[in-house]
Protein backbone atom coordinates (compact mmCIF):
# COMPACT_ATOMS: atom_id res chain seq x y z
CA UNK A 1 0.00 0.00 0.00
CA UNK A 2 2.77 2.63 0.98
CA UNK A 3 4.02 2.22 -2.94
CA UNK A 4 0.49 2.98 -4.00
CA UNK A 5 0.18 5.62 -1.52
CA UNK A 6 3.59 6.91 -3.41
CA UNK A 7 2.38 6.93 -6.97
CA UNK A 8 -0.78 8.46 -5.83
CA UNK A 9 1.05 11.60 -4.40
CA UNK A 10 4.00 11.58 -5.94
CA UNK A 11 2.46 11.60 -9.26
CA UNK A 12 0.65 14.72 -8.39
CA UNK A 13 -2.64 13.47 -8.47
CA UNK A 14 -4.88 15.53 -6.70
CA UNK A 15 -7.45 14.04 -4.29
CA UNK A 16 -10.76 15.80 -4.68
CA UNK A 17 -14.39 14.52 -4.00
CA UNK A 18 -14.89 11.25 -1.92
CA UNK A 19 -14.75 8.00 -3.59
CA UNK A 20 -18.23 7.20 -2.31
CA UNK A 21 -19.71 10.16 -3.55
CA UNK A 22 -22.67 10.15 -5.36
CA UNK A 23 -23.91 12.88 -7.81
CA UNK A 24 -27.13 13.58 -9.25
CA UNK A 25 -27.77 13.89 -12.91
CA UNK A 26 -28.23 17.83 -12.24
CA UNK A 27 -25.02 18.13 -10.26
CA UNK A 28 -23.00 16.61 -13.30
CA UNK A 29 -24.56 18.49 -15.92
CA UNK A 30 -24.20 21.69 -14.06
CA UNK A 31 -20.54 21.02 -13.73
CA UNK A 32 -20.27 19.83 -16.99
CA UNK A 33 -21.09 22.87 -18.21
CA UNK A 34 -18.68 24.72 -15.98
CA UNK A 35 -16.07 22.74 -16.76
CA UNK A 36 -16.78 23.56 -20.50
CA UNK A 37 -16.49 27.39 -19.44
CA UNK A 38 -13.25 27.57 -17.75
CA UNK A 39 -11.31 25.39 -20.91
CA UNK A 40 -12.85 28.14 -22.78
CA UNK A 41 -12.56 30.96 -20.63
CA UNK A 42 -10.07 30.11 -18.37
CA UNK A 43 -7.67 27.95 -20.30
CA UNK A 44 -5.43 29.30 -22.41
CA UNK A 45 -6.87 28.53 -25.58
CA UNK A 46 -9.10 25.76 -26.26
CA UNK A 47 -8.97 25.73 -29.83
CA UNK A 48 -5.11 25.74 -30.25
CA UNK A 49 -5.43 22.18 -31.61
CA UNK A 50 -9.81 21.29 -31.99
CA UNK A 51 -11.83 23.25 -33.22
CA UNK A 52 -14.88 24.99 -32.17
CA UNK A 53 -17.73 22.80 -34.05
CA UNK A 54 -15.55 19.37 -32.13
CA UNK A 55 -15.27 21.21 -28.72
CA UNK A 56 -18.85 22.15 -28.96
CA UNK A 57 -20.09 18.49 -30.47
CA UNK A 58 -17.80 16.62 -27.61
CA UNK A 59 -20.18 18.79 -24.89
CA UNK A 60 -23.24 18.13 -26.31
CA UNK A 61 -22.93 14.39 -26.72
CA UNK A 62 -21.27 14.17 -23.20
CA UNK A 63 -25.22 16.00 -22.05
CA UNK A 64 -26.88 13.40 -23.76
CA UNK A 65 -24.56 10.81 -21.81
CA UNK A 66 -25.77 12.00 -18.25
CA UNK A 67 -29.06 9.87 -18.07
CA UNK A 68 -29.01 8.34 -14.16
CA UNK A 69 -29.46 10.41 -11.68
CA UNK A 70 -27.04 9.17 -9.33
CA UNK A 71 -23.56 8.98 -10.91
CA UNK A 72 -20.45 7.63 -8.50
CA UNK A 73 -17.10 9.70 -8.41
CA UNK A 74 -15.70 7.49 -11.28
CA UNK A 75 -18.28 7.59 -13.83
CA UNK A 76 -18.05 11.20 -13.27
CA UNK A 77 -14.42 11.55 -13.54
CA UNK A 78 -14.61 9.13 -16.66
CA UNK A 79 -16.89 11.86 -18.14
CA UNK A 80 -15.37 14.45 -17.59
CA UNK A 81 -11.74 13.66 -18.58
CA UNK A 82 -13.78 12.72 -22.23
CA UNK A 83 -14.44 16.48 -21.70
CA UNK A 84 -11.02 17.67 -21.41
CA UNK A 85 -9.90 15.57 -23.57
CA UNK A 86 -10.71 17.44 -26.26
CA UNK A 87 -8.68 20.22 -25.99
CA UNK A 88 -5.71 17.58 -26.25
CA UNK A 89 -3.03 19.71 -23.82
CA UNK A 90 -0.87 17.38 -21.91
CA UNK A 91 -1.11 20.18 -19.05
CA UNK A 92 -5.14 20.59 -19.19
CA UNK A 93 -6.12 17.61 -17.13
CA UNK A 94 -8.43 15.52 -14.50
CA UNK A 95 -6.89 13.67 -12.67
CA UNK A 96 -6.96 9.88 -12.26
CA UNK A 97 -9.80 8.84 -10.00
CA UNK A 98 -7.17 7.84 -6.82
CA UNK A 99 -10.10 7.69 -4.76
CA UNK A 100 -12.09 5.12 -6.35
CA UNK A 101 -9.08 3.27 -7.31
CA UNK A 102 -7.58 2.58 -3.61
CA UNK A 103 -10.68 1.97 -2.08
CA UNK A 104 -11.16 -0.95 -4.80
CA UNK A 105 -7.86 -2.69 -4.51
CA UNK A 106 -8.19 -2.23 -0.79
CA UNK A 107 -11.14 -4.26 -1.09
CA UNK A 108 -9.53 -6.99 -2.58
CA UNK A 109 -9.98 -5.93 -5.99
CA UNK A 110 -8.24 -7.45 -8.92
CA UNK A 111 -6.16 -5.85 -12.05
CA UNK A 112 -4.90 -6.94 -15.52
CA UNK A 113 -1.66 -8.96 -15.16
CA UNK A 114 0.21 -7.29 -17.79
CA UNK A 115 2.09 -4.27 -18.46
CA UNK A 116 2.44 -3.63 -21.63
CA UNK A 117 4.86 -0.61 -23.66
CA UNK A 118 4.32 0.40 -27.20
CA UNK A 119 6.54 0.86 -30.28
CA UNK A 120 6.62 1.09 -33.76
CA UNK A 121 2.39 1.60 -33.32
CA UNK A 122 2.52 -2.38 -31.76
CA UNK A 123 1.72 -3.46 -28.19
CA UNK A 124 4.74 -5.97 -26.11
CA UNK A 125 4.78 -7.17 -22.51
CA UNK A 126 6.61 -5.38 -20.35
CA UNK A 127 5.94 -7.42 -17.10
CA UNK A 128 3.98 -10.26 -16.44
CA UNK A 129 2.59 -10.50 -12.79
CA UNK A 130 0.77 -13.42 -13.43
CA UNK A 131 1.97 -17.09 -13.66
CA UNK A 132 1.36 -17.62 -16.72
CA UNK A 133 4.94 -18.16 -18.37
CA UNK A 134 3.14 -18.15 -21.90
CA UNK A 135 3.49 -14.21 -22.21
CA UNK A 136 7.19 -13.72 -21.30
CA UNK A 137 8.37 -10.00 -22.02
CA UNK A 138 8.84 -8.54 -25.07
CA UNK A 139 6.31 -10.78 -26.68
CA UNK A 140 3.44 -8.32 -29.01
CA UNK A 141 -0.24 -8.73 -27.81
CA UNK A 142 -2.74 -8.28 -30.54
CA UNK A 143 -6.21 -8.12 -28.44
CA UNK A 144 -7.44 -8.29 -24.66
CA UNK A 145 -11.05 -10.04 -24.75
CA UNK A 146 -11.49 -9.76 -28.61
CA UNK A 147 -10.70 -5.88 -28.42
CA UNK A 148 -7.16 -5.36 -31.34
CA UNK A 149 -5.24 -3.37 -29.12
CA UNK A 150 -5.73 -0.17 -31.33
CA UNK A 151 -9.41 -0.29 -30.28
CA UNK A 152 -8.12 -0.74 -26.59
CA UNK A 153 -5.70 1.77 -27.05
CA UNK A 154 -8.46 4.07 -28.33
CA UNK A 155 -10.66 3.73 -25.23
CA UNK A 156 -8.10 4.29 -23.09
CA UNK A 157 -6.30 7.91 -24.54
CA UNK A 158 -9.25 10.08 -23.86
CA UNK A 159 -8.39 9.43 -20.34
CA UNK A 160 -5.11 10.73 -20.67
CA UNK A 161 -4.23 14.45 -21.35
CA UNK A 162 -1.83 14.59 -24.60
CA UNK A 163 -1.35 16.46 -27.56
CA UNK A 164 -0.80 13.28 -29.50
CA UNK A 165 -0.44 9.41 -29.41
CA UNK A 166 3.55 9.59 -28.55
CA UNK A 167 2.46 11.05 -25.03
CA UNK A 168 -0.44 9.23 -24.02
CA UNK A 169 1.19 6.13 -24.90
CA UNK A 170 3.93 7.02 -22.56
CA UNK A 171 1.14 8.10 -19.95
CA UNK A 172 0.34 4.56 -19.86
CA UNK A 173 3.45 3.56 -19.68
CA UNK A 174 3.92 5.78 -17.14
CA UNK A 175 0.81 4.99 -15.15
CA UNK A 176 0.53 1.55 -15.62
CA UNK A 177 -1.93 -0.28 -18.16
CA UNK A 178 -3.87 -2.27 -15.46
CA UNK A 179 -4.55 0.78 -13.44
CA UNK A 180 -6.16 2.61 -16.30
CA UNK A 181 -7.39 -0.42 -17.88
CA UNK A 182 -8.72 -0.76 -14.72
CA UNK A 183 -10.30 2.63 -14.82
CA UNK A 184 -12.21 2.40 -17.90
CA UNK A 185 -13.52 -1.39 -18.16
CA UNK A 186 -13.84 -2.32 -14.54
CA UNK A 187 -13.05 -5.07 -12.77
CA UNK A 188 -12.65 -8.50 -15.24
CA UNK A 189 -11.87 -11.66 -13.42
CA UNK A 190 -10.24 -13.22 -16.18
CA UNK A 191 -8.50 -12.04 -19.45
CA UNK A 192 -8.44 -14.13 -23.08
CA UNK A 193 -5.03 -12.41 -24.73
CA UNK A 194 -4.21 -12.87 -28.07
CA UNK A 195 -0.36 -13.01 -28.64
CA UNK A 196 2.10 -13.26 -31.26
CA UNK A 197 4.31 -16.09 -31.31
CA UNK A 198 6.57 -17.32 -33.36
CA UNK A 199 4.55 -15.63 -36.14
CA UNK A 200 0.97 -17.25 -35.36
CA UNK A 201 -1.99 -15.59 -33.20
CA UNK A 202 -2.16 -17.55 -29.74
CA UNK A 203 -5.03 -16.98 -27.02
CA UNK A 204 -4.14 -17.36 -23.48
CA UNK A 205 -6.62 -17.18 -20.62
CA UNK A 206 -4.81 -15.43 -18.23
CA UNK A 207 -6.71 -14.71 -14.84
CA UNK A 208 -6.25 -11.18 -12.72
CA UNK A 209 -4.16 -10.32 -10.36
CA UNK A 210 -4.86 -8.77 -6.96
CA UNK A 211 -4.51 -5.56 -7.12
CA UNK A 212 -2.42 -4.87 -3.76
CA UNK A 213 -0.44 -8.11 -3.26
CA UNK A 214 -0.28 -9.32 -6.92
CA UNK A 215 0.54 -6.13 -8.37
CA UNK A 216 1.07 -2.57 -6.50
CA UNK A 217 3.39 -4.30 -3.71
CA UNK A 218 5.46 -5.26 -6.74
CA UNK A 219 5.77 -2.43 -9.05
CA UNK A 220 8.48 -0.25 -9.52
CA UNK A 221 7.21 3.43 -10.01
CA UNK A 222 8.37 4.59 -13.56
CA UNK A 223 9.14 7.87 -12.02
CA UNK A 224 10.67 7.73 -8.57
CA UNK A 225 12.34 11.01 -8.15
CA UNK A 226 15.23 9.47 -7.01
CA UNK A 227 18.68 12.00 -7.10
CA UNK A 228 21.92 10.07 -8.04
CA UNK A 229 25.30 11.43 -8.10
CA UNK A 230 28.39 9.14 -8.79
CA UNK A 231 31.41 8.77 -11.11
CA UNK A 232 31.53 5.85 -13.95
CA UNK A 233 34.71 5.05 -14.36
CA UNK A 234 35.74 8.91 -15.51
CA UNK A 235 32.79 10.45 -16.38
CA UNK A 236 30.40 12.33 -13.58
CA UNK A 237 27.14 10.99 -13.88
CA UNK A 238 24.12 13.00 -12.26
CA UNK A 239 20.69 11.92 -11.91
CA UNK A 240 18.17 15.17 -10.80
CA UNK A 241 15.18 12.87 -10.02
CA UNK A 242 12.97 15.78 -10.82
CA UNK A 243 12.77 19.43 -10.55
CA UNK A 244 10.13 19.42 -8.04
CA UNK A 245 9.94 19.26 -4.11
CA UNK A 246 11.76 21.11 -1.15
CA UNK A 247 14.32 24.26 -3.49
CA UNK A 248 17.10 24.34 -0.69
CA UNK A 249 17.51 19.94 -0.65
CA UNK A 250 17.30 20.40 -4.75
CA UNK A 251 20.05 23.04 -4.60
CA UNK A 252 21.87 21.28 -1.84
CA UNK A 253 22.11 18.18 -4.42
CA UNK A 254 23.09 20.03 -7.21
CA UNK A 255 26.20 22.08 -5.06
CA UNK A 256 27.14 19.13 -3.72
CA UNK A 257 27.66 17.25 -7.00
CA UNK A 258 29.58 20.30 -8.36
CA UNK A 259 31.90 20.81 -5.76
CA UNK A 260 33.15 16.87 -6.34
CA UNK A 261 33.29 17.38 -10.18
CA UNK A 262 35.46 20.48 -9.72
CA UNK A 263 37.51 18.66 -6.85
CA UNK A 264 38.34 15.68 -9.19
CA UNK A 265 38.82 17.36 -12.06
CA UNK A 266 36.39 15.31 -14.46
CA UNK A 267 35.92 16.72 -18.38
CA UNK A 268 32.59 14.76 -19.15
CA UNK A 269 29.23 15.31 -17.03
CA UNK A 270 26.49 12.95 -17.67
CA UNK A 271 23.12 14.81 -16.88
CA UNK A 272 20.18 12.34 -16.69
CA UNK A 273 16.72 13.85 -17.41
CA UNK A 274 14.42 10.90 -18.14
CA UNK A 275 12.10 9.52 -16.11
CA UNK A 276 12.06 13.18 -14.85
CA UNK A 277 8.02 14.44 -14.02
CA UNK A 278 9.32 18.18 -14.45
CA UNK A 279 8.76 20.75 -11.76
CA UNK A 280 9.89 24.42 -10.88
CA UNK A 281 11.83 26.44 -13.76
CA UNK A 282 13.81 27.72 -10.73
CA UNK A 283 15.03 24.31 -9.83
CA UNK A 284 16.04 23.23 -13.80
CA UNK A 285 18.04 26.89 -14.15
CA UNK A 286 20.28 26.94 -11.04
CA UNK A 287 21.25 23.37 -12.21
CA UNK A 288 21.96 24.64 -15.69
CA UNK A 289 23.93 28.19 -13.84
CA UNK A 290 26.32 25.49 -13.25
CA UNK A 291 26.83 24.95 -16.80
CA UNK A 292 26.33 28.43 -18.63
CA UNK A 293 28.72 30.76 -20.00
CA UNK A 294 25.98 33.71 -20.36
CA UNK A 295 22.75 34.99 -19.06
CA UNK A 296 19.94 32.45 -20.16
CA UNK A 297 16.40 32.07 -20.15
CA UNK A 298 14.29 29.19 -20.16
CA UNK A 299 12.15 30.04 -23.05
CA UNK A 300 12.34 32.90 -25.94
CA UNK A 301 8.65 33.59 -25.15
CA UNK A 302 6.13 33.41 -22.46
CA UNK A 303 2.50 34.61 -22.31
CA UNK A 304 -0.40 34.16 -20.05
CA UNK A 305 -4.34 34.75 -19.67
CA UNK A 306 -5.63 35.79 -17.10
CA UNK A 307 -9.32 35.52 -16.46
CA UNK A 308 -12.21 35.03 -13.24
CA UNK A 309 -11.21 32.04 -12.47
CA UNK A 310 -7.15 32.67 -12.27
CA UNK A 311 -7.76 35.42 -10.03
CA UNK A 312 -9.81 33.49 -7.51
CA UNK A 313 -6.98 31.19 -7.31
CA UNK A 314 -4.03 33.75 -7.01
CA UNK A 315 -6.16 35.89 -4.00
CA UNK A 316 -6.30 32.68 -2.39
CA UNK A 317 -3.31 30.88 -2.89
CA UNK A 318 -0.71 32.51 -4.23
CA UNK A 319 1.16 36.01 -2.78
CA UNK A 320 -0.43 38.89 -4.38
CA UNK A 321 2.72 41.04 -4.09
CA UNK A 322 4.79 39.19 -6.18
CA UNK A 323 4.94 40.51 -9.51
CA UNK A 324 4.01 37.36 -11.93
CA UNK A 325 0.62 37.36 -9.49
CA UNK A 326 0.38 41.27 -9.46
CA UNK A 327 0.63 41.05 -13.33
CA UNK A 328 -2.42 38.55 -13.72
CA UNK A 329 -4.54 40.52 -11.25
CA UNK A 330 -4.42 43.73 -12.97
CA UNK A 331 -5.37 42.55 -16.54
CA UNK A 332 -8.42 42.40 -17.84
CA UNK A 333 -10.34 38.91 -17.58
CA UNK A 334 -9.66 36.56 -20.58
CA UNK A 335 -7.25 39.06 -21.41
CA UNK A 336 -3.68 37.21 -23.24
CA UNK A 337 -0.62 39.59 -22.41
CA UNK A 338 3.24 38.99 -22.76
CA UNK A 339 5.41 38.09 -19.31
CA UNK A 340 9.43 38.56 -19.54
CA UNK A 341 11.54 36.74 -16.95
CA UNK A 342 14.87 37.97 -15.99
CA UNK A 343 17.70 36.37 -17.60
CA UNK A 344 19.19 33.84 -15.13
CA UNK A 345 22.37 34.54 -14.54
CA UNK A 346 25.39 31.83 -14.65
CA UNK A 347 27.98 30.83 -11.80
CA UNK A 348 30.64 32.66 -10.99
CA UNK A 349 33.67 31.66 -14.04
CA UNK A 350 35.60 29.88 -10.93
CA UNK A 351 33.01 27.29 -10.01
CA UNK A 352 31.16 26.34 -13.48
CA UNK A 353 31.60 23.07 -15.19
CA UNK A 354 32.98 23.98 -18.49
CA UNK A 355 34.03 20.05 -19.67
CA UNK A 356 31.53 18.32 -21.86
CA UNK A 357 27.86 17.65 -21.40
CA UNK A 358 25.62 15.28 -22.40
CA UNK A 359 22.15 14.93 -21.42
CA UNK A 360 19.77 11.99 -21.47
CA UNK A 361 16.20 11.95 -22.41
CA UNK A 362 13.51 9.69 -23.20
CA UNK A 363 9.38 9.40 -23.75
CA UNK A 364 9.40 9.76 -20.12
CA UNK A 365 11.03 13.48 -19.55
CA UNK A 366 8.51 15.40 -18.78
CA UNK A 367 7.30 18.74 -18.69
CA UNK A 368 10.12 21.13 -17.26
CA UNK A 369 12.16 18.29 -17.82
CA UNK A 370 11.70 19.13 -21.69
CA UNK A 371 12.10 22.18 -21.50
CA UNK A 372 15.61 21.99 -19.66
CA UNK A 373 16.73 19.84 -22.35
CA UNK A 374 15.96 22.40 -25.02
CA UNK A 375 17.42 24.71 -22.98
CA UNK A 376 20.79 22.91 -23.07
CA UNK A 377 20.28 22.24 -26.64
CA UNK A 378 19.32 25.67 -28.38
CA UNK A 379 21.89 27.22 -26.32
CA UNK A 380 24.51 24.75 -27.40
CA UNK A 381 25.66 23.19 -23.59
CA UNK A 382 25.11 19.74 -24.10
CA UNK A 383 24.52 17.08 -26.75
CA UNK A 384 21.58 15.14 -25.90
CA UNK A 385 21.35 10.99 -26.17
CA UNK A 386 18.35 9.23 -26.14
CA UNK A 387 14.88 9.70 -27.64
CA UNK A 388 12.29 11.93 -28.51
CA UNK A 389 10.49 13.66 -25.38
CA UNK A 390 6.77 12.96 -24.86
CA UNK A 391 6.07 16.64 -24.05
CA UNK A 392 6.69 19.31 -26.32
CA UNK A 393 9.50 22.00 -25.36
CA UNK A 394 7.18 24.97 -26.46
CA UNK A 395 4.07 24.29 -24.38
CA UNK A 396 1.35 25.54 -22.84
CA UNK A 397 1.24 24.86 -19.42
CA UNK A 398 1.66 27.30 -16.38
CA UNK A 399 -1.04 25.31 -14.53
CA UNK A 400 -3.35 26.04 -11.60
CA UNK A 401 -6.34 24.08 -10.35
CA UNK A 402 -9.93 24.80 -9.91
CA UNK A 403 -12.49 22.44 -7.73
CA UNK A 404 -15.72 21.73 -9.45
CA UNK A 405 -18.25 23.16 -7.42
CA UNK A 406 -20.54 20.38 -7.56
CA UNK A 407 -18.65 17.19 -7.69
CA UNK A 408 -15.75 18.92 -6.05
CA UNK A 409 -13.70 17.28 -8.79
CA UNK A 410 -10.46 18.89 -9.77
CA UNK A 411 -9.45 20.50 -13.22
CA UNK A 412 -5.85 21.02 -13.97
CA UNK A 413 -5.58 24.17 -16.31
CA UNK A 414 -2.91 25.94 -18.52
CA UNK A 415 -2.90 29.79 -18.46
CA UNK A 416 0.29 29.82 -20.05
CA UNK A 417 2.61 29.25 -23.50
CA UNK A 418 5.79 29.16 -23.83
CA UNK A 419 8.09 29.08 -26.54
CA UNK A 420 11.33 27.35 -26.53
CA UNK A 421 14.36 29.30 -26.72
CA UNK A 422 15.55 29.13 -30.46
CA UNK A 423 12.09 30.14 -31.30
CA UNK A 424 10.75 27.09 -32.66
CA UNK A 425 7.07 26.29 -32.25
CA UNK A 426 6.72 23.14 -34.13
CA UNK A 427 4.74 20.57 -32.38
CA UNK A 428 7.26 17.81 -31.81
CA UNK A 429 9.41 16.78 -28.82
CA UNK A 430 13.12 17.26 -28.29
CA UNK A 431 14.69 15.49 -30.50
CA UNK A 432 18.38 13.80 -29.33
CA UNK A 433 21.76 14.57 -31.19
CA UNK A 434 22.43 10.94 -30.96
CA UNK A 435 19.23 8.58 -31.15
CA UNK A 436 19.24 5.59 -28.47
CA UNK A 437 16.07 3.89 -28.50
CA UNK A 438 15.02 3.29 -25.20
CA UNK A 439 13.55 -0.40 -24.74
CA UNK A 440 11.18 -0.73 -21.94
CA UNK A 441 10.83 -4.94 -22.84
CA UNK A 442 14.00 -5.15 -20.28
CA UNK A 443 15.68 -3.99 -17.28
CA UNK A 444 18.68 -2.71 -19.80
CA UNK A 445 19.62 0.54 -20.11
CA UNK A 446 20.14 0.99 -23.37
CA UNK A 447 20.54 5.00 -23.44
CA UNK A 448 22.97 4.74 -20.76
CA UNK A 449 24.91 1.97 -22.03
CA UNK A 450 25.07 3.56 -25.28
CA UNK A 451 26.67 6.67 -24.20
CA UNK A 452 29.41 5.33 -22.96
CA UNK A 453 30.24 2.72 -25.64
CA UNK A 454 30.63 5.65 -27.76
CA UNK A 455 32.43 7.35 -25.19
CA UNK A 456 35.16 4.45 -24.67
CA UNK A 457 35.09 3.16 -28.15
Keep these: MRKLLFFILGSSFLISANAQSRFSKQQVAEDLEELKNLLINANYDAYAYTTKAEFDSVYDGLKTEIKTDSLNFLETTNL ?50 SATEA ?11 GMPMPEVLAKLHPHLAGER ?51 ESLRN ?11 IQNKAYMKLGSFSGEEEHFKAF ?16 ILDLRNNSGGNDSQSDYLLSYIADRPFRWNSAFSLKTSKALKEHV ?18 DGEIYDYAFEPYEPKPENQRFTGTVYALINRQSHSQAAVTA ?10 LVGEETGDYPSLYASVFYVKLPQTGIVVQLSKGKSVRVNG ?9 NLNIRDHLLDDKDEILDGLLHVLYR
Design 374 to 383: SQLQDYGWAT
Design 254 to 269: VDSAFTEIRKTKTDTL
Design 221 to 231: ETLDGVQDFRF
Design 315 to 332: RSERDTTAAFWKEALAHA
Design 165 to 215: EYLKNAKIELFSLPRIYWQVFGSVSSFQVEALQDGKSVLVEVPSVAGIAGY
Design 135 to 145: LRPGTEILSIN
Design 80 to 129: FQRMVDVVKMGHTSIPFPAQSYIEYVSGGGTVFPLELTFEDDKSFVRKNW
Design 424 to 432: SDAEEGVIP
